[in-house]
């Protein structure tokens, strides 16, 4: 019966080697169980239930990595991305004011839309038509915004009555533990351990309980869903207001995972003349990954480029992700383990710090950013619209506001440098929703 469903003597590969891989690549994205439901639950963010979250992460992740197995199978995990709960936190919830539950229901609508355009076949004109440097800038971007949030978070940099921002106080406990956990990341990244962000969490963890800095509460209990299952509100978010948001989502999931296959298709040899075999199935199991998570309470589900991780550990059928996802079910029973490292600490009125988590932010942002290399600084009709999109993105605590940057400045330095034929008219169109965005707002 395996044999027969992931056709492992096909893809030379054995029982053995996937079951390795599934777990390799597991510990390498095992952080993301700890770090979105510190996002998706802090103050000025969605503020959701810390446990629940956790639950519905894994939960969701498993269940999104079975469908990659099933459907297209590939080694590919998933889980809630990066940057997308990040903006799903602090941008809808915090800064627009959108409900959790709201949000929730925007972020199931954008994975409707994403299977819409994939079973459509016109996710191809989206993908082609988006500039280049614009999507490298979005994704350089966004590392800069989570890079931001960690330093943030860590209480390594603070906020200032007369300045923007200013250093933090360094002798503060949880400020040392945070600095303590980059280094250790640091580290264990440069020496090219697998899981060295996992790794990393789990030897600040550790300092925090041996310094006291962090109270032992447990490891074990049973998960609790309750507060966020089935709690999502999409017919209250089919409202004109919320289209930015459903754009944003759908925008950075398409290109991430667009971009993860790639990047991981390439190094698994999974690429026939350019194109990778049954991607439209793998498209599907991410947007029917994102309803899902919406739906138990996560935000938007996207395939992870740490995949490559288990790739290189010799995966190359979906029988690795049955061991991926088989690790997050079991991670839903160490739920106060998560809270206790996830968790905030209290160093002043309303100053609340993730010594645990922040580094973990810092690192993800410096891995971001490697892609700001493909960008031609030397055409400035590029550069200038994607140093924007990315500058801006952090300086607002907006990826919204970045990327309508990007979108207004690129065409009209294009146009008016003489240039216009390079801009494809979906680009135009864009363009001219953001402005007329900013004009009625």
């Not at 099933?70 to 940057?83: D, E, K, V």
């Not at 991430?256 to 793998?282: C, H, S, Y």
């Not at 002043?348 to 010594?355: C, D, N, Q, R």
């Not at 494809?424 to 864009?430: F, G, K, P, R, S």
Request: aromatic share 10%.
């Amino acid at each position: 019966m395996i044999e027969r469903l992931f056709k492992l003597s096909e893809n030379g590969t054995t029982v053995r080697t996937e079951l390795l891989a599934g777990a390799t690549t597991f510990m390498t994205m095992a952080y993301i169980v700890f770090v979105n439901p510190s996002i998706l639950s802090a103050p000025g963010g969605a503020a959701m239930d810390f446990r629940a979250v956790m639950a519905a992460t894994c939960i969701a992740s498993a269940l999104a990595t079975l469908l990659m197995a099933f459907l297209a199978n590939y080694p590919i995990a998933l889980a809630p991305g990066m940057g997308l709960n990040a903006y799903f936190s602090f941008t809808v919830c915090g800064q627009m004011g959108v409900p959790w539950d709201v949000a929730l229901g925007i972020v199931f609508i954008s994975g409707v839309v994403f299977t819409i355009l994939t079973v459509a076949r016109v996710r191809e004109l989206i993908v082609t038509a988006i500039p280049a440097p614009l999507k490298y800038a979005t994704a350089a971007g966004i590392g800069l915004f989570i890079a931001f949030l960690g330093l943030k978070d860590s209480g390594i940099i603070a906020s200032h009555p007369a300045a923007f921002l200013t250093l933090g106080t360094l002798k503060e406990p949880p400020v040392l533990l945070a600095l303590f956990g980059l280094a250790v990341t640091a580290v264990l990244l440069a020496a090219k351990v697998r899981g060295a962000i996992f790794w990393g969490i789990l030897a600040t963890g550790a300092a925090g309980l041996v310094t006291g800095i962090v109270t032992f509460t447990g490891v074990f209990a049973l998960p609790t869903l309750g507060p966020t299952f089935l709690k999502m509100r999409p017919a209250a978010a089919l409202r004109l207001e919320y289209l930015t948001p459903i754009f944003v989502l759908l925008f950075f999931d398409m290109f991430d995972t667009v971009g993860t296959l790639i990047g991981v298709g390439e190094r698994a040899g999974f690429m026939k003349d350019g194109k990778m075999p049954r991607v439209n199935q793998a498209l599907v199991s991410d947007s029917v990954g994102t309803m899902v998570g919406a739906a138990v309470g996560t935000s938007t589900t996207t395939s992870y480029v740490e995949s490559v991780a288990g790739v290189s550990a010799g995966g190359r059928t979906g029988l690795a992700n049955l061991a991926t996802a088989a690790l997050f079910l079991m991670a839903l029973f160490f739920s106060p383990l998560a809270e206790m490292f996830g968790g905030g600490h209290e160093i002043g009125t309303g100053v609340i710090l993730h010594p645990i988590t922040a580094p973990a932010l810092i690192v993800v942002g410096c891995l971001m950013m490697k892609c700001v290399t493909k960008i031609d600084w030397d055409n400035y009709s590029d550069a200038i619209p994607a140093f924007l999109t990315m500058i801006v993105m952090p300086l607002t605590s907006s990826i919204a506001h970045g990327l309508a940057i990007g979108f207004i400045s690129y065409p009209i330095i294009k146009a008016l440098s003489g240039k216009a034929r390079e801009v494809h008219w979906l680009v135009y169109c864009l363009a001219a929703l953001s402005i007329l965005r900013y004009i009625l707002l």
